[in-house]
């Protein structure tokens, strides 16, 4: 009966501990995050086997603590975040692949291929900018053409006023996220989030 007890116990303690640490699926997780997340459940596991529940309870609060201390740092610190969870690279720009980013990054082109096939895209050329995220997901850019029509593409055509007198559509002022990949950021960003 103590050994359900005690497996009652870890289970509520491994769920809640997880809930504090943040609601990320394992394909979002950073390397960091992955290996706590491995530790906790080892840890938890451990007091089956040799009967130690508070110590097992102790472990597992220092690692959840350790993470979320960790996470706070990448938040103050831009240069913590670069080296605990990375930045993203540029895989692909204007079509063309980056074959050294690729090989540092350990991912071929098959594999990059199987990327862009799950995002619909059926021609690289179709990509104005892809990068590597440091979760491992693929983000994606693609060219004017290659883009879905949206509702201010359609706004655009029902009303010339908002059309430049080359024919071109106006730029709203919005700044592109990928292009602060391979350059800095155009707007500050707040101190507390670098």
């Known amino acids: ?13 491994g ?18 995050q992955t290996v706590v997340m491995i530790s906790i459940g080892t840890i938890i596991v451990q007091p089956i086997i040799e009967n130690s529940l508070v110590k097992t309870l ?5 690692f959840t603590t350790t993470l979320i201390l960790m996470e706070w740092l990448q938040i103050r610190f831009n240069i913590i975040e670069k080296m605990l ?4 690279k540029i895989v692909i720009e204007n079509g063309q692949l980056h074959i050294e980013n690729l090989k540092r990054m350990r991912l071929t082109a098959d594999q990059l291929e199987m990327q ?13 900018k892809a990068t590597l995220e440091a979760n491992g997901q693929l983000g994606l850019e693609l060219t ?3 883009k879905p029509l949206t509702v201010r593409d359609l706004k655009q055509l029902i009303h010339p006023d908002f059309l430049r007198k080359d024919g071109q559509a ?7 996220i990928f292009d602060e990949i391979g350059k800095k950021h155009k707007k500050e960003t707040p101190k507390k989030l670098h």
Do not use: C, P, Y
Request: glycine share 8%; net charge positive; no cysteine.
């Open 144 to 146: 004017a053409d290659a």
């Open 58 to 62: 102790i472990g597992a609060a220092i």
């Open 116 to 128: 862009l096939r799950l995002h619909g895209v059926t021609a690289i050329q179709d990509v104005k």
């Open 170 to 176: 106006q730029n709203s002022g919005n700044q592109n």
């Open 85 to 88: 969870t990375g930045k993203a």
């Open 15 to 32: 769920v809640i501990l997880l809930r504090i640490s943040g609601r990320k699926s394992i394909a979002q997780m950073t390397s960091t």
């Open 1 to 13: 009966m103590n050994f359900t007890w005690e497996a009652f116990v870890l289970i509520i303690a």
